[in-house]
């Protein structure tokens, strides 16, 4: 089984400044027949369900503000929002769906400091 | 527009039994594996279970092997999971989610299991 590893699971940082979230899978995610990785990134708000940003570890699903960015290739990845705004307060989650059984990280909670 | 709308939830006792439903539409369901993933009160995502297109394989995390099944029914763009002798710790919201590059979910029903 591939398992990912979030961290760190809380953040607090200032309006306007720079959060960055990583998760570490236990084996590589990258598809070599497509050169995709098959890391997603879920922000979930208090009492909604969880909303894609981020497939393919750095492709930003349509709607999502710029400030919302993927990276990483291969078992390492990072989520950063580049100047956090009120309303990204929020729990974000990375997403391995290379395969079965696919895994989440544990969550981590981004707070304004 | 992809669209996955979850159904079925509810109280039910332990060791009860529950059906969920989830009905697709806007792309072609038999094309595609899907997945139910679930996420207890407070708590992380947890992956359920999978199924091909064709139903050809089919995958159950540990937690629920022997008591849940998933199914499928093309014809009616439509997939299913039966939960059997319930557990307080499967109280969830379950959700079900499109097998892709561009992981597509559906809003989630929540399933209480309690006396």
């Known amino acids: 089984d591939i398992v990912v590893t979030q961290s760190p699971d809380s953040l607090a940082v200032s309006l306007g400044e720079r959060a960055t979230i990583n998760c570490k899978s236990s084996?590589?995610?990258?598809?070599?027949?497509?050169?995709?990785?098959?890391l997603a990134w879920y922000q979930q708000k208090a009492g909604q369900s969880p909303k894609l940003l981020i497939y393919?570890?750095?492709t930003r699903e349509s709607g999502v503000p710029d400030r919302f960015s993927g990276s990483g290739s291969g078992t390492d990845f990072t989520l950063t929002i580049s100047s956090l705004q009120a309303e990204d307060v929020a729990v974000y989650y990375c997403?391995?769906?290379?395969?079965?059984?696919?895994?989440f990280g544990q969550g981590t909670k981004v707070e304004i400091k | 527009e992809v669209q996955l709308v979850e159904s079925g939830g509810g109280l039910v006792q332990p060791g009860g039994s529950l059906r969920l439903s989830c009905a697709a539409s806007?792309?072609?369901?038999?094309?595609?594996?899907m997945n139910w993933v679930r996420q207890a009160p407070g708590k992380g995502l947890e992956w359920v279970s999978y199924?091909?297109?064709?139903?050809?394989?089919?995958s159950y995390s540990d937690s629920v092997k022997g008591r849940f099944t998933i199914s499928r029914d093309n014809a009616k763009s439509s997939l299913y999971l039966q939960m059997n002798s319930l557990r307080a710790e499967d109280t969830a919201v379950y959700y079900c989610?499109?097998?892709?590059?561009?992981?597509?979910w559906g809003q989630g029903t929540l399933v209480t299991v309690s006396s």
């Open positions: 989610v499109r097998e892709t590059g561009r992981p597509n």
């Open positions: 806007g792309f072609t369901f038999s094309s595609y594996a």
């Open positions: 199924i091909t297109s064709t139903s050809s394989t089919i």
């Open positions: 084996q590589s995610l990258l598809y070599s027949s497509n050169n995709k990785n098959y």
């Open positions: 393919w570890a750095s």
């Open positions: 997403h391995q769906y290379y395969s079965i059984p696919q895994m």
